[in-house]
């Protein structure tokens, strides 16, 4: 009786032990931390959706070089709970373009980044994503080549891809907060990083000197781009440095970036895509 007993509280405990195993959260969002057990379990069967951080190494002002790579990850963190996404590692080397001759900058040639985005993105589909959202933090020629081959690869693979250059898109955040435009490496990226990490923005080394506005008709061009801050608007959108601002702006971001997303997944859905 007591060995029959005691037998089954042990398949009782070990039976707990098993499914309570199974039925806990997932240990990161993030693919290069997470076990290849783990993401088996979770990856189509629960999680459908990936993040990819997407930049480049290029002078931001006062800010790190990396901020094109620092801000959609830090998105991403903020948004994966929310999506119920994975974050894949962030592609830190882009297509620079004319600020590719300042110190610590990295210039990937077209080719080369369209083969290799290329690739990323049927990974990402052979893994059994269905929607890849692609979180850009630079611009220039990057964006053409990422909105092509992500259409491509969606059409070929019948995946789902939306490609999202946050500081464009927010831009409306941008004059709700500010009440100005922004700029490259200007009021409103420069707040985006001071609020992931006010470490990363030296604004000691600040000089209003250090801004050009960008020229609307194209009339003129420079390579390398006379400054390392470039401003949308002449005379709008030089750093302020104001934390609270910050904290607001990067909230507002990411806010309206999540609903871009959920809205647009919603509609895939909605259509049987």
């Known amino acids: 009786m007591k060995s029959t007993l005691l037998?089954?509280?042990?398949?009782?405990?070990?039976?707990?032990?098993i499914t309570g195993a199974l039925a806990q959260d997932l240990s990161t969002r993030e693919m290069d931390r997470i076990n290849w057990m783990e993401f088996s379990e979770f990856v189509p069967e629960k999680i459908t959706t990936v993040l990819l951080p997407t930049g480049t190494l290029e002078p931001h002002?006062?800010?790190?070089?990396?901020?094109d790579n620092t801000a959609p990850f830090a998105m991403a963190n903020e948004l994966a709970d929310e999506l119920n996404a994975l974050i894949a590692p962030t592609l830190n080397y882009g297509m620079t373009g004319s600020m590719a001759n300042y110190p610590g900058a990295f210039e990937i040639s077209e080719?080369?980044?369209?083969?290799?985005?290329?690739?990323?993105?049927?990974?990402?589909a052979k893994n059994e994503f269905k929607n890849i959202?692609?979180?850009?933090?630079?611009?220039g020629g990057q964006t053409a080549v990422l909105q092509k081959i992500a259409a491509e690869v969606a059409n070929e693979l019948g995946v789902r891809t939306l490609v999202i250059n946050w500081w464009s898109y927010a831009s409306d955040v941008t004059l709700e907060v500010f009440k100005e435009d922004g700029g490259?490496?200007?009021l409103n990226e420069t707040a985006y990083i001071q609020a992931i990490d006010p470490t990363l923005v030296q604004k000691e080394r600040y000089q209003d000197n250090q801004a050009t506005a960008y020229p609307k008709d194209k009339s003129w061009s420079a390579v390398p781009f006379p400054s390392?801050?470039?401003l949308y608007q002449e005379g709008q959108g030089y750093p302020n440095f104001d934390q609270a601002q910050a904290e607001e702006y990067f909230q507002k971001v990411n806010e309206k970036v999540?609903?871009?997303i959920q809205d647009t997944i919603a509609k895939w859905d909605l259509a049987g895509l």
């Open 111 to 124: 080719e080369a980044y369209s083969l290799f985005i290329r690739d990323i993105l049927k990974g990402l």
């Open 228 to 230: 390392a801050i470039g």
């Open 133 to 139: 959202i692609i979180l850009n933090g630079h611009g």
């Open 184 to 186: 490259h490496a200007g």
């Open 61 to 67: 002002g006062v800010i790190n070089n990396g901020a």
């Open 7 to 17: 037998r089954s509280i042990v398949l009782l405990t070990f039976f707990f032990k």
């Open 258 to 260: 999540l609903k871009l």
